[in-house]
C-alpha cells in the first residue's frame, strides 16, 4: 500500500515539473522587447506577467501595429498623462502648445480566431466570469448544459463600469454570438441560466499527443526497479 501511495505521489511531482517546464517553454521570456524601451532605462513589454504579454500581443496584431513599438509608445505616453494630470507641465520635443486631441479610432473589424490567444470562461446557473478582451468584433462561441431548459440573459459589465443586456431569449445548447468591444480590457459577463455554461474565443489549443505517456505502473517501475 505505501509502495502505491509513493507511486502516486511521484507522478504527481513528475506531472506538475513537465507541466512547468510546458509553461515556461511557451513563454518568450524577459528578453521579449528588450531593446524596445518606454524610455532610457525604462520598463519594457518582457517585464510583464506571461499572460499580459500574450493579451498586448493580441491587441497589437489586432490593430496592425508592431507590439514592442506599440507598447513602449503607450507606457510613454501614460506617463506623460499622468504628470499632466497632476497638475505638471509637460512638452514633448518641438512642441509649443498642448497636442491636439487624438483622432477618432478606426471603425471595429471583426477578429479571426487565428490572431487571438484562447481565451475561456465558465460557470453554473446565475454567475459572473470575467475574459479579458481586445478591441473588435469577437466571435464568442457559448455552450450551455445538455439539460438546460428556459431562457438565457447576458449581461456585460465593461471596464467603465457600465452594464449592457447582450442576449435575452430562449437558448440554444451550442452556438456562437457576435461581440463588439469598443476598448481592451476585463469584460465581465452576468449570466443567467440553469445549468453549467461556457463562453470562448480566439484559437483553441492544439493538443499534442505525447509518446510515452505518465502511468502508475511506469513510475514504479522508474523508482523501484
Not at 80 to 105: D, H, K, M, N, S
Not at 122 to 136: F, I, K, P, Q, Y
Not at 189 to 200: L, P, T, Y
Amino acid at each position: 500500500m505505501g509502495k502505491r501511495w509513493a507511486a502516486l505521489v511521484a507522478a504527481l511531482v513528475v506531472s506538475m515539473v513537465t507541466g512547468g517546464i510546458a509553461l515556461a517553454a511557451s513563454y518568450d521570456g524577459e528578453d521579449t522587447c528588450r531593446d524596445v524601451k518606454a524610455w532610457p532605462g525604462g520598463s519594457y513589454l518582457g517585464q510583464m506577467h506571461p499572460f499580459h504579454v500574450a493579451f498586448y500581443s493580441d491587441y497589437a496584431n489586432a490593430a496592425g501595429f508592431e507590439r514592442c513599438q506599440f507598447w513602449a509608445l503607450e507606457q510613454r505616453f501614460s506617463a506623460v498623462r499622468g504628470l499632466r494630470e497632476l497638475g505638471y507641465t509637460v512638452f514633448g520635443p518641438g512642441e509649443f502648445a498642448w497636442p491636439a486631441p487624438a483622432p477618432e479610432l478606426p471603425p471595429l473589424t471583426e477578429l479571426p480566431a487565428d490572431t487571438l490567444s484562447y481565451r475561456e470562461t465558465s460557470g453554473r446557473g446565475s454567475a459572473w466570469a470575467t475574459m479579458d478582451l481586445v478591441r473588435g468584433i469577437h466571435t464568442i462561441s457559448y455552450r450551455y448544459d445538455q439539460w438546460h431548459s428556459g431562457p438565457v440573459r447576458i449581461q456585460l459589465v465593461g471596464p467603465a463600469g457600465a452594464m449592457s443586456t447582450i442576449y435575452d431569449g430562449p437558448f440554444n445548447s451550442r452556438g456562437i454570438f457576435k461581440l463588439a468591444i469598443p476598448q481592451a480590457g476585463t469584460y465581465t459577463f452576468h449570466v443567467e441560466a440553469e445549468g453549467h455554461w461556457q463562453f470562448e474565443t480566439g484559437e483553441r489549443p492544439k493538443v499534442v499527443e505525447k509518446e510515452a505517456p505518465l502511468t502508475v505502473q511506469a513510475c514504479e517501475a522508474f523508482l523501484f526497479g
